[in-house]
């Protein structure tokens, strides 16, 4: 028995194994065992919940860099010169690329909610894997998916070129027949005709020709179209600023001058924040984003809270179980030591009693 008790208070188990009582042995190792299922899951929730919050840091550091996109448009909507316009545009081009870099950033352990495709999170809640809470994941890092925010870059301001060709004095000289028709026909690239009656006028030379050709189309006064006359090279170069053209003649009796196409016209553009209205829409398409962040925010801060309160109630589990496999085996130390020391007395009085009963017998050997 002082063997027994001291072991109890050796290990604080009253039930050591099967042997000591079946029943409570079992079901006590059937509590700890779930209560250490859980403990391991509720590793797991931990890192869900720091999941969770990267995400949220993410988002509420994308919000920001949203609404200093949505001040840039502003500005620009404010501001009538063209060039400050486009400096906004870079600047807010500069503000999109940041935010699919953050985005690319929120990472934590290798799961990121805001990466898109394979990053969803699946947070399980008891031992059987039947309780779970499914997190999808959010792609911001190409924002300008209709998926993602919606928000398109702004195209950056194109200088036009004019389209020109030169012909030679020469090449017009050998050309003109001198007859009252003598024209030359203008066209556009797309078909338009610019002019069917420019007239042809021979100089004393190919130069004198050129010069002649030049002035004859600057006289019409044909929008976007004008003529230079290069004297040191002999030559007249014609240009239109709105589209290719296609110069000829009328099949000049004396000669023919060979038809003339451009095909080095490059049309200007203003950029996306050229004209208030694309600036408008900019600016809805900004206000969007912002609602969509807003909402995503609160369903990642949902899901939050309910992971950090099943990590809570787990935890509460994990120590409602562990004390009720306690109540099972676990020893009352005091009453196990009350019994060890009433063990030992009744050893101790033991052997005073042999003690005495020897010492008896001794005595009464001593009468003989």
């Known amino acids: 028995m002082m063997s027994k008790t001291q072991n109890i208070l050796a290990t604080g188990l009253k039930v050591n194994s099967a042997l000591d009582n079946p029943s409570s042995f079992f079901t006590a190792s059937s509590l700890n065992q779930r209560s250490s299922d859980l403990r391991g899951l509720l590793d797991d929730m931990g890192q869900s919940v720091q999941t969770l919050k990267a995400a949220d840091e993410g988002i509420q550091a994308i919000t920001k860099l949203v609404e200093a996109a949505k001040g840039k448009a502003n500005q620009a909507l404010q501001s009538s010169d063209t ?18 870099a953050l985005a ?31 997190v999808t994941a959010v792609d ?45 026909t203008i066209q556009t690239a797309s078909g338009d005709t610019l002019s069917n009656s420019i007239p042809l006028s021979q100089g004393a ?29 002999q030559s007249v170069t014609i240009t239109y600023d709105h589209d290719d053209i296609i110069i000829d003649d009328n099949d000049l009796s004396g000669g023919n001058l060979a038809t003339k196409t ?54 509460s589990l994990i120590n409602t179980l562990e004390e009720g496999a306690g109540k099972l085996t676990l020893a009352d130390t005091n009453k196990e030591g009350a019994n060890l020391l009433a063990l030992q007395t009744r050893q101790q009085l033991s052997s005073t009693s042999l003690s005495f009963a020897s010492q008896a017998d001794q005595n009464v050997l001593r009468l003989f």
Do not use: C
């Not at 906004?88 to 999109?96: I, Q, V």
């Not at 030379?205 to 040191?232: P, Q, V």
């Open 83 to 100: 060039t400050d316009r486009a400096r906004y545009a870079t600047e807010y081009n500069e503000l999109l690329g940041q935010i699919e």
């Open 104 to 134: 690319s950033d929120a990472d934590y352990k290798g799961k990121n909610l805001l990466a898109g495709a394979g990053n969803d999170l699946a947070v399980i809640f008891n031992e059987l894997g039947d309780s779970k809470l499914n």
């Open 140 to 184: 911001y890092t190409d924002i300008s998916d209709s998926g993602s925010l919606g928000l398109a870059r702004q195209a950056a301001p194109v200088s036009g070129t004019s389209a020109s060709v030169t012909i030679s004095g020469a090449e017009l000289h050998a050309a003109t027949a001198w007859a009252d028709d003598d024209a030359l």
């Open 205 to 233: 030379s190919e130069n004198g020709t050129a010069m002649l050709t030049a002035n004859a189309i600057n006289s019409a006064g044909i929008d976007g179209l004008s003529a230079t006359w290069n004297m040191g090279a």
């Open 262 to 315: 451009t095909s080095n016209y490059v049309a200007a553009t203003a950029g996306s924040f050229a004209t208030d209205q694309l600036i408008n829409e900019t600016l809805g398409q900004l206000n969007d984003a912002l609602s969509a962040l807003r909402s995503q925010a609160s369903t990642f801060g949902t899901n939050l809270t309910v992971v950090e309160n099943r990590q809570s109630f787990t935890n």
